[in-house]
T-cell receptor
């Protein structure tokens, strides 16, 4: 069964460093998403991406964040200068119909 | 932002019995609702969904009920099995305007006991 994959599973970085989180969505899906879950909090929407551009973003998704689909398979989330409060699980999701399918997540720890 | 609420943080149920999970929402623009199951250190796994034009959707042991007038939905799992022990999230979206952005509830931890 096709699934969304994410790498790395765990990323530790120092405050102020740039990180890139990678996702491979399900191959025939057209809509892509990033969500995050800070420990003990809800899963929060960050950004949606369709037709090679951002279709919607949340207030969290400020200028420090960017997304890219550099080729036909990868979908990346970049955080330019990480802050302590960026520590969270980051989930990528994709959809073709009405349901979104999530990857296993990347645990980002900012020290 | 409390547009989707799951007021029960935990639920304990005996194996073989019914699990009922509840979810309330406030945004009348929501028109599609989904339930996800999540194990520790994994991503949310899609379980079942329902469109606002329906009031019930069933898939095997899982049934979702939607009461639009009360802005309430519930997930029934019957019979409950030990492998159902997980966190269950209710999520909603307001298509087509939102491009499928999901708003999640806080989750309910289900523990199925032998």
């Amino acid at each position: 069964e096709p699934e969304v994959t994410q790498t790395p599973s765990h990323q530790v970085t120092q405050m102020g460093q740039e990180v890139i989180l990678r996702c491979v969505p399900i191959s025939n899906h057209l809509y892509f998403y990033w969500y995050r879950q800070i420990l003990g909090q809800k899963v929060e929407f960050l950004v949606s991406f369709y037709n090679n551009e951002i279709s919607e973003k949340s207030e969290i998704f400020d200028d420090q964040f960017s997304v890219e689909r550099p080729d036909g398979s990868n979908f990346t989330l970049k955080i330019r200068s990480t802050k302590l409060e960026d520590s969270a699980m980051y989930f990528c999701a994709s959809r073709a119909g009405n349901e979104q399918y999530f990857g296993p997540g990347t645990r980002l720890t900012v020290t | 932002d409390q547009q989707v609420k799951q007021n029960s943080p935990s639920l304990s149920v005996q194996e073989g019995r019914i699990s009922i999970l509840n979810c309330d929402y406030t945004n009348s623009m929501f028109d599609y609702f989904l339930w996800y199951k999540k194990y520790p250190a994994e991503g949310p796994t899609f379980l079942i969904s329902i469109s606002s034009i329906k009031d019930k959707n069933e898939d095997g042991r899982f049934t979702v009920f939607l009461n639009k007038s009360a802005k309430h939905l519930s997930l029934h799992i019957v019979p409950s099995q030990p492998g159902d022990s997980a966190v269950y999230f209710c999520a909603a979206s307001a298509r087509p305007d939102s491009w499928g952005k999901l708003q999640f509830g806080a989750g309910t931890q289900v523990v199925v006991t032998p």
